[in-house]
T-cell receptor
Framework: DTAVSQTPKYLVTQMGNDKSIKCEQNLGHDTMYWYKQDSKKFLKIMFSYNNKELIINETVPNRFSPKSPDKAHLNLHINSLELGDSAVYFC?????????FGQGTRLTVV | GENVEQHPSTLSVQEGDSAVIKCTYSDSASNYFPWYKQELGKGPQLIIDIRSNVGEKKDQRIAVTLNKTAKHFSLHITETQPEDSAVYFCAARAPSGYSTLTFGKGTMLLVSP
């Protein structure tokens, strides 16, 4: 059983398109996150949700809209994709400090 | 906010040698320090963590040390093996509210047979 799973693993799309990435965790954690990893491997927090409520939004363009239908799911919708959005996006969940990551979604905007 | 510096950015060792990766943090309130291993094409995987009430923690070939006064912590891997080759990240988290992990920039460890 995968603890944090996200789909799709790869996403190739054209500039201007809208796309979504889905994330689910079966750990029973209250807190979920989206991280962006750029080409230099730097991991940067984008959003944090606690029990379906947005807690942190780290100056991410409003083209990025997270949505948490329940505390086990946190999806990321991206409008009007730009070349600079190309990166690996990681979902994670945590409880009591320890965070567990999904396998990542490699987004390539062409 | 918290700032985490990690060194070195790359580290090459021979199989069987030890490897040490060092991190410093800026927020003296931070009290939780995990280390993650990221293999190619995979997500970061938690390998060991330490809380501020402990100075050292070991798990088989890996150990983490924490110096709260100097605000630095280190990962030690002994008897390295080729499968230890990966990118390693340190992170720090403050206890306040819903604070998140702040990551270092990563260290690419290459273990040559």
């Amino acid at each position: 059983d995968t603890a944090v799973s996200q789909t799709p693993k790869y996403l190739v799309t054209q500039m201007g398109n809208d796309k979504s990435i889905k994330c689910e965790q079966n750990l029973g954690h209250d807190t979920m996150y989206w991280y962006k990893q750029d080409s230099k491997k730097f991991l940067k927090i984008m959003f944090s949700y606690n029990n379906k409520e947005l807690i942190i939004n780290e100056t991410v363009p409003n083209r990025f809209s997270p949505k948490s239908p329940d505390k086990a799911h946190l999806n990321l919708h991206i409008n009007s994709l730009e070349l600079g959005d190309s990166a690996v996006y990681f979902c994670a969940s945590s409880q009591g400090g320890q965070a567990f990551f999904g396998q990542g979604t490699r987004l390539t905007v062409v | 906010g918290e700032n985490v510096e990690q060194h070195p950015s790359t580290l090459s060792v021979q199989e069987g040698d030890s490897a040490v990766i060092k991190c410093t943090y800026s927020d003296s309130a931070s009290n939780y320090f995990p280390w993650y291993k990221q293999e190619l094409g995979k997500g970061p995987q938690l390998i060991i963590d330490i809380r501020s009430n402990v100075g050292e923690k070991k798990d088989q070939r890996i150990a983490v040390t924490l110096n709260k006064t100097a605000k630095h912590f280190s990962l030690h891997i002994t008897e390295t093996q080729p499968e230890d080759s990966a990118v390693y990240f340190c992170a720090a988290r403050a206890p306040s509210g819903y604070s998140t992990l702040t990551f270092g920039k990563g260290t690419m460890l290459l273990v040559s047979p």
